[in-house]
T-cell receptor, first 114, second 111 residues
């Protein structure tokens, strides 16, 4: 039972490079989410998706692109990475049968932009 | 965006002591979730609450959905060193599938 996985777990890149963070869930959950976690800001929602081919912006979407061609995958792309995007990124999923609902997190990707 | 006020920000307690933390909001939520995050890991769901007034336990953890639907509480009884971590609350509004998160309570337990 893999649940929700993220890859890579650690990534170092340079300013201006494109980076894609992967998220995969095996529960067939409808909803998937991307958050970033920074000291002093807690968890902030970047993008979310209600189903395949349906995505919407969260609180901090600038500089990020998402896609969801398959229910189980929700990649997050930084088109031109900046130092301010150094953070820990968490993917999460929800069954989407509610509200009420629950949400489960992946292990995170620690991204450093030099 | 929605504001969830979580307190305290951090706690330093002795092993064996009980712990209480809470989240409050100016909005009415229809779901409250409590998570624990260990260093280098993702948040792990501890307890989910779906009804106002609901009291739910998970081992030594007990959480309550406030009757006003604007707050929730988490209690940990007889704390142990492995309780160390950051605890987050999350609330879900009616008719929205997004969750809003508190800023976390960092718990330190001294053996």
């Amino acid at each position: 039972d893999a649940g929700i996985t993220q890859s890579p777990r650690y990534k170092i890149t340079e300013t201006g490079r494109q980076v894609t963070l992967m998220c995969h869930q095996t529960w067939s959950h409808s909803y998937m989410f991307w958050y970033r976690q920074d000291l002093g800001h807690g968890l902030r929602l970047i993008y979310y998706s209600a189903a395949a081919d349906i995505t919407d912006k969260g609180e901090v979407p600038d500089g990020y692109v998402v896609s969801r061609s398959k229910t189980e995958n929700f990649p997050l792309t930084l088109e031109s990475a900046t130092r301010s995007q150094t953070s820990v990124y968490f993917c999460a999923s929800s069954p989407g049968l509610g509200p009420p609902d629950t949400q489960y997190f992946g292990p995170g990707t620690r991204l450093t932009v030099l | 965006g929605q504001q969830l006020n979580q307190s305290p920000q951090s706690m330093f307690i002795q092993e064996g002591e009980d712990v209480s933390m809470n989240c409050t909001s100016s909005s009415i939520f229809n779901t409250w979730l409590w998570y624990k995050q260990d260093p280098g890991e993702g948040p792990v769901l501890l307890i989910a609450l779906y009804k106002a007034g609901e009291l739910t336990s998970n081992g030594r953890l007990t959480a309550q959905f406030g009757i006003t639907r604007k707050d929730s509480f988490l209690n940990i009884s007889a704390s142990i060193p492995s309780d160390v971590g950051i605890y987050f609350c999350a609330g879900q509004l009616m008719n929205f599938n997004k969750f809003y998160f508190g800023s976390g309570t960092k718990l330190n337990v001294k053996p």
